[in-house]
């Protein structure tokens, strides 16, 4: 099955950005799109809802005035996530405000809806799902989504704990479609193993919570940039569903990040801290094992042309100068 053409035109690079909660905003996305990589954040970022329609209509004419005035490097495409999950009280009007606005890539989680699908569908635009191992993969296509994101090991906040060789092979082993990987990619070298692992893009977060243009406290920026893999720590306490966090803002909440309780999974709430005065993602900082990489806080192109280059070298070292869609590389 080809890749959609929305996924491969306009692309400077085979990157999606990772929708990140609360930092994802729309001078982090029309960042990532003019810098030639698909720009995303949650539709729970615009708070009240009302600014959704704000947000979306800014990205949408910002990046119509770039292509217009740069035809020869047009702009990337962007999605907007949504949480399917029951709690999310606001996933109707959401989903109005992305049909208004036809957002061409929408990214589900944690959940996969027939209706939800049909109702991007009906604008024409396509559905990624996330999903941390093949059974919730083959449910997810099964409800009509047009392609997965497959968050391994390693991942930032809500990540799986399979290796990402592992769930690569078995999703491929019956679908052909459009799969991307998640889970410490943070440098050219990896987008491109993604590739070699079958993936037809690379799902990258964490690397840019350390821009400029995110919506990240200069402490969270800081912390990425000052820590290595062996400082996430991978829990369910905060939210119900296990993530990965700095070990450091599990700290600086009190916590003994080597003594962490167990939350009840039934009791999911991404916001509350779960039984813990901590929140997650405001005062409980989300990040992948990918962070030893980032070096430094840039403006997101920056970041965007320092993979580019280390994707090139690596394309060069293996004698595939030559870019190639991104599912050309497919295993």
């Given amino acids: 099955m080809p890749v959609p053409s929305v996924l491969t035109e306009r692309l400077r690079l085979p990157v999606v950005c990772a929708p ?20 995303s954040f949650p539709a729970l970022n615009a708070r009240p809802a009302s600014q959704l329609d704000e947000w979306l209509d800014r990205i949408t004419t910002e990046l119509a005035d770039h292509n217009a005035k740069h035809p020869d490097r ?8 949504q949480i399917v999950h029951k709690s999310n009280d606001r996933l109707e009007h959401d989903l109005e405000m992305c049909a208004k606005y036809k957002v061409p890539i929408t990214i589900t989680s944690l959940g996969a809806r027939v209706e939800v699908n049909q109702s991007v ?17 083959r449910k997810a296509i099964e409800k009509g989504a047009d392609g997965l994101i497959a968050v391994a090991a390693g991942a930032g906040g809500h990540a799986g704990t399979l290796s990402p060789f592992a769930l690569i ?20 070298n990896t987008i491109l193993a993604a590739q070699a692992a079958g993936a037809d893009l690379a799902y990258i977060g964490s690397a840019f919570i350390a ?4 919506r990240a406290a200069e402490g969270y920026k800081r912390m990425i940039v000052e820590s290595g ?26 916590l003994d990040p080597n003594d962490l309780p167990e939350s009840d999974p039934s009791k999911m709430n991404f916001g ?17 094992q990918g962070v030893g990489t980032v070096k430094e806080v840039l403006p997101a192109a920056k970041l965007v042309e320092r993979f580019a ?23």
């Fill in 169 to 188: 092979r078995e999703i491929r082993e019956w679908f052909d479609g459009p799969l991307l990987l998640s889970g410490s990619i943070s440098h050219g």
């Fill in 20 to 39: 990140l909660f609360i930092i994802s905003n729309p001078d982090l996305v029309i960042a990532q799109c003019k810098a030639g990589v698909v720009g």
């Fill in 309 to 331: 280059a280390e994707y090139r070298e690596a394309r060069e070292r293996l004698g595939l100068a030559e870019p190639a869609a991104p599912q050309a590389l497919r295993a």
């Fill in 229 to 254: 893999a062996s400082d996430i720590v991978y829990s369910n306490l905060f939210t119900g569903v296990h993530g990965n966090y700095l070990r450091q803002s599990i700290v600086n909440a009190g």
């Fill in 272 to 288: 509350s801290g779960g039984s813990t005065k901590a929140k997650a993602w405001k005062d409980i900082w989300g990040a992948g």
């Fill in 74 to 81: 047009p702009a990337a495409p962007f999605a907007v996530n």
């Fill in 121 to 137: 569908h009906d604008y024409g635009g396509i559905v990624l799902h996330d999903v941390i191992n093949d059974r919730f993969a």
């Fill in 211 to 214: 821009t400029e243009e995110a």
